[in-house]
């Protein structure tokens, strides 16, 4: 449970970066003005990505398993891109949350989350014991 909170507190952070480096990307909180209810909001956010990378995306991973062999994994960019949308619109459907103005603002998104995930878990990882 600590792990998965952690994971979630990271992707909230890698979204918020995302929404302050990419211009197609933002999040709309719940209720205007609050620290509290933008917090809350990337927060659900990260939730309800967590959920559709662990539901969809791994339905499509595992189908396009041969797509990532024969691009050597640059389909991958494609994917997670569609995942961000798919997010989006879940959220959207809330009256909030996080929107998309593209698919290649989504896969602009998705890379920089990537690499914001990626550097945060080179920090935050535990050291492996000797």
Do not use: C, H, Q
Not at 1 to 24: E, K, P, Q, S, Y
Not at 49 to 78: C, D, E, M, Q, R
Not at 93 to 107: A, E, N, P, S
């Amino acid at each position: 449970m600590g792990r998965f909170l952690l994971n979630l507190i990271v992707n909230g952070f890698a979204i918020w970066v995302t929404t302050l480096i990419v211009a197609g990307v933002n999040v709309t909180p719940y209720a205007p003005g609050g620290t509290l209810e933008t917090i809350l909001t990337f927060a659900l956010v990260a939730l309800i990505f967590a959920v559709v990378n662990t539901i969809i995306g791994s339905v499509i991973k595992v189908l396009a398993f041969p797509l990532y062999i024969l691009t050597l994994g640059l389909i991958g960019l494609l994917i997670n891109g569609l995942l961000l949308l798919i997010t989006a619109g879940i959220s959207g459907w809330f009256g909030f949350g996080l929107t998309v103005d593209g698919f290649w603002w989504g896969v602009l998104g998705a890379i920089v989350i990537s690499i914001v995930n990626w550097l945060l878990g080179i920090v935050i990882r535990p050291k492996a014991k000797d």
